[in-house]
């Protein structure tokens, strides 16, 4: 059976994507930044998985206002780099896992969650900027993805629970997908930030690092914090970090299993108008 070996969390700030692409990591601005990636990345290169489950969201990429899946499975072989506006960034095209994928879609609706299945989908830097940052500029992914899109941009959005309820089901979906697969799911997106109006540039390093402690140790408790709590404390893309409980809750201790080990945890601010967040959790 497929097992999930671990999670990991990152912010998935665009200006980071850019700053590899254009060969500007040694800046100041960004150098210790990207300092605490330089573990993860050595962490990853003795854990390539076969396949990363990769909850993110689109930023009105890939769906606009004429569609909004709250909870959409990318099943497709492939998955184009988006555009955004300056071009596809110059990173490989992502590989999915339509076998694994149609399995997820099939169990996790099954178990009474509404999936929007895409079998046609560009995926923006959401999904590009974590891979890059946990796997640096290389010419193609050395797994496969399955791309899993939740809306943070267009109210309503899930609950914090809801989530956490849904990374449950996906851990049920995955470990029983009859193949020998090493999985890791990611929860990425956040930490706090808000990019428009009065209070654009809100960062809330106190509520952020308490939001990592209790991710690690009491992810349950963490999952009935209200939408308003995220909007006031983490700012209006704050609201990201729902993406978070997905991951999480696909871990062996929250279906009874032992308690995870933090392999990395790291917080930088600023990058852009974003607070860095970043863990790895060995199941
Ligand atoms: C920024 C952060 C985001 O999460 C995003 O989607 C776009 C921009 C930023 O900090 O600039
Ligand atoms: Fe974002």
Not at 72 to 98: C, L, N, S, Y
Not at 257 to 266: L, N, Q, T, Y
Not at 268 to 275: D, E, F, G, I, R
Request: hydrophobic fraction near 45%; proline fraction near 7%.
């Amino acid at each position: 059976m497929a097992r999930i070996t671990a999670s990991i969390y990152t912010s998935h700030v665009p200006a980071i994507g850019a700053a590899m692409d254009l060969g500007k990591t040694h800046e100041p601005y960004w150098q210790r930044m990207f300092s605490g990636y330089d573990f993860s990345r050595q962490w990853m290169k003795q854990h390539v998985p076969d396949v990363i489950f990769l909850v993110y969201n689109d930023h009105a990429t890939a769906f606009s206002l004429e569609i909004i899946p709250t909870f959409a499975i990318g099943t497709a072989g492939e998955f184009p780099v988006a555009d955004e506006g300056w071009g596809p960034r110059p990173v490989p095209k992502v590989i999915g896992h339509p076998e694994l994928a149609s399995h997820i879609a099939q169990s996790v609706i099954q178990d009474d969650f509404d999936l929007t299945i895409v079998n046609k989908m560009a995926v923006d830097h959401g999904l590009t900027v974590p891979l890059s940052l946990l796997f640096g500029q290389v010419d193609a992914w050395p797994c496969r993805v399955i791309p899993f899109a939740v809306n943070v941009v267009q109210y309503p959005v899930p609950s914090g629970r809801r989530c956490f309820m849904l990374g449950q089901a996906i851990r049920r979906a995955i470990e029983s997908f009859d193949a020998p697969l090493n999985v890791q799911v990611w929860g990425t997106g956040g930490m706090s930030h808000q990019l428009q109006g009065p209070r654009a540039g809100l960062i809330n390093k106190e509520w952020d690092n308490r939001f990592l402690d209790r991710l690690i140790a009491d992810p349950g408790g963490l999952a009935g914090i209200p939408h308003i709590e995220y909007v006031r404390e983490a700012g209006s893309e704050g609201i990201e970090l729902v993406m978070w409980l997905i991951a999480r809750g696909a871990m062996a201790d929250v279906a009874g299993g032992a308690s995870p080990k933090v392999a990395h945890r790291f917080y930088h601010v600023p990058a852009s108008n974003t607070a860095v967040g970043h863990l790895i959790l060995e199941n």
